[in-house]
T-cell receptor
Framework: AQTVTQSQPEMSVQEAETVTLSCTYD???????LFWYKQPPSRQMILVIR??????QNATENRFSVNFQKAAKSFSLKISDSQLGDAAMYFC??????????????FGKGTKLTVNP | GAVVSQHPSRVICKSGTSVKIECRSL??????MFWYRQFPKQSLMLMAT?????????EQGVEKDKFLINHASLTLSTLTVTSAHPEDSSFYIC???????????FGPGTRLTVL
């Protein structure tokens, strides 16, 4: 079974600084997807960024980027120019490759990010 | 992105009663819906996966008779917590997807409190 590990229960960053959240995963599959979700205090899950395993290029979405190391099974999230609104729980998630997207997500335990003004 | 709603957002019930939570995909047809449970300061725990018109597939350790899931249409899935007890108090989240999307869309969640 696939597992996702987030080794940092809590992280903090100064506003406007950069922070990196770590995630490692374990799988024997070659086709899969990796996600970072944000859960603010409202508890609405928000997709931050997605990476397809077959793509070598790291995904980026504005201030958010990932460092995808397939061989090392590592998938870290970098948040640049941190803003107060970035404060939230961040969950790393894994999904097996499936054309229909109906495969379940496997979540890590989460990292609570605090942004200090 | 696609929108998923949940109703109610918050419910309080007495021990022994049943509670139904609805999950709707508002602007797309959801072939697959997922139900999660989240305890305070913890991650999401998948309870079951439901495909429209089929019986739900429950994760190991989840009681099928206690958590009844129905996915009768392409836009609606329901989770019924039967004979609820205080230990069933939790935050329940649904998500939905279809063949045209490559991600799950999450509802805003339902906070269940059983007295």
């Amino acid at each position: 079974a696939q597992t996702v590990t987030q080794s940092q229960p809590e992280m903090s960053v100064q506003e406007a600084e950069t922070v990196t959240l770590s995630c490692t995963y374990d799988t024997s599959e070659s086709d899969y997807y990796l996600f970072w979700y944000k859960q603010p205090p409202s508890r609405q899950m928000i997709l931050v960024i997605r990476q397809e395993a077959y793509k070598q290029q790291n995904a980026t979405e504005n201030r958010f980027s990932v460092n995808f190391q397939k061989a090392a099974k590592s998938f870290s999230l970098k948040i640049s120019d941190s803003q107060l609104g970035d404060a939230a729980m961040y969950f790393c998630a894994y999904r097996s490759g499936n054309q229909g997207g109906s495969e379940k997500l496997v979540f890590g335990k989460g990292t609570k990010l605090t942004v200090n003004p | 992105g696609a929108v998923v709603s949940q109703h109610p957002s918050r419910v309080i019930c007495k021990s022994g009663t049943s509670v139904k939570i609805e999950c709707r995909s508002l602007d797309f047809q959801a072939t697959t819906m997922f139900w999660y449970r989240q305890f305070p300061k913890q991650s999401l725990m998948l309870m079951a996966t439901s495909n429209e018109g089929s019986k739900a597939t429950y994760e190991q350790g989840v009681e099928k008779d206690k958590f009844l899931i129905n996915h009768a249409s392409l836009t609606l899935s329901t989770l019924t917590v039967t004979s609820a007890h205080p230990e069933d108090s939790s935050f329940y989240i649904c998500s939905a997807t279809s063949g045209i999307y490559n991600e799950q869309f999450f509802g805003p969640g339902t906070r269940l409190t059983v007295l």
